[in-house]
């Protein structure tokens, strides 16, 4: 008993259990979520912070769907509906599928991570862009499977042709970010068709379109077509983005019902909370304030077009609510921002050049820009 005590307290715990850890998490790198506002006021003791990092709509929620939670306040000694029926009903209403089309999650997030539990297996591949969203790599890490890397082109558009080579009898699933996060490109709907009809059958290609309500480029991706023709394709969309419903975390996936039915197997019960089910289904309503958002983004992008241009800081043509600005050295930038207190994002693999900025209001766009502008001179 002495020997071991001595061992416990010579040895830190982390060490001791770690082999009995899965050997392919020691691999994974948790995901890092941008700085909050209180973190920036603290550290620089600053009590204005305008934080432009996380894709969030700066309109904030409807007042519908703020109108719907405080009723159901009250009611919170009560389970969510495990079967999220009212609101799998609502967002089958909204694209017009039905019910059994729509698989909702705790954000997209867990989505992802239930996708992966489903079809991979260790040594199976994913097919993912890069740079993109980092969570595609994680759910395959945590099974095990191999994720294969295919660089964007030159100017981060997707490279299909590329894709299509990386296609091995092991691969089971395809990523398709579009509006692609970070770099805010996109395809278009007849790229995605023709590499759809140009792959085998037998793999699951997951259309990922968290940004499509802010697209308004031609020929924009519709994934509803490919799952009206019973493809194994899978749409993932959320109430984060558009609707404002970010700190509810509701995110959904549409697919063919002999797909989705395979997602429930490892579903948790009560994975969607009662609150986000009922404010998630309000949101869809409030058709007004969804142009509003809409238009704020459409005006904001020119804004930060037109102020960029005029400090000399290239950017990429974006389809969604954020930009790439390339500022040489993104997190100099990054850090150097926050003293000014604006908070946006850099860090991304691949794209040590850029930092992200989310598109806020309009004087929060430009409290960005002249921010930008002393970070420059300095």
């Not at 389970?79 to 705790?106: C, M, S, W």
């Amino acid at each position: 008993m002495g020997d071991q005590q001595k061992l416990s307290e010579a040895v830190p715990l982390a060490e001791r259990v770690r082999p009995l850890v899965r050997p392919n998490l020691h691999e994974i790198k948790p995901y890092v979520p941008g700085r909050t506002i209180a973190e920036v006021q603290k550290e620089f003791g600053l009590h204005d912070v305008v934080k432009l990092a996380s894709n969030e709509n700066p309109l904030g929620p409807s007042k519908k769907a703020i109108a719907a939670i405080q009723q159901l306040l009250s009611e919170l000694n009560r389970y969510p509906d495990g079967a999220a029926v009212d609101v799998r009903e609502a967002i089958a209403k909204h694209v017009q599928l039905t019910p059994e089309h729509v698989f909702v999650g705790n954000g997209s997030d867990e989505i992802i991570k239930m996708i992966a539990e489903t079809f991979l297996q260790p040594d199976d591949e994913v097919i993912v862009p890069f740079p993109s969203f980092a969570q595609y790599n994680f759910g395959a890490q945590v099974m095990g499977a191999k994720v294969v890397s295919v660089p964007l082109t030159a100017d981060f558009q997707y490279d299909f042709e590329a894709m299509k080579a990386r296609i091995t009898k092991r691969t089971k699933l395809i990523y398709v970010c579009s509006p692609n996060n970070p770099t805010g490109t996109w395809t278009t709907h007849t790229q995605v068709k023709s590499f759809l009809e140009e792959i085998p059958e037998d793999l699951v290609v997951i259309l990922d379109e968290a940004y499509l309500e802010y697209v308004d480029s031609p020929d924009p991706l519709h994934s509803l077509e490919f799952i009206s023709e019973g493809k194994p394709v899978l749409s993932l969309r959320t109430f984060s983005k558009m609707y404002g419903l970010a700190g509810l975390r509701l995110g959904y996936a549409l697919g063919d019902p002999g797909l989705i039915r395979f997602l429930h197997q490892v579903r948790e019960p009560f994975n969607v909370n009662a609150v986000a089910q009922v404010g998630a289904a309000a949101a869809l309503q409030d058709h007004e304030h969804v142009e509003a958002c809409r238009a704020a983004n459409q005006s904001g992008r020119l804004q930060f077009y037109k102020g960029l241009k005029e400090l000399g800081i290239p950017y990429i043509t974006t389809q969604g609510n954020f930009l790439l600005a390339q500022v040489g050295d993104g997190m100099r930038v990054f850090e150097a921002l926050e003293r000014y207190g604006v908070i946006v994002r850099a860090g991304f693999p691949g794209l040590q050049e850029y930092v992200r900025i989310s598109i806020g209001t309009e004087a929060e766009n430009e409290r960005c820009l002249a921010a930008l502008a002393q970070v420059l001179r300095a």
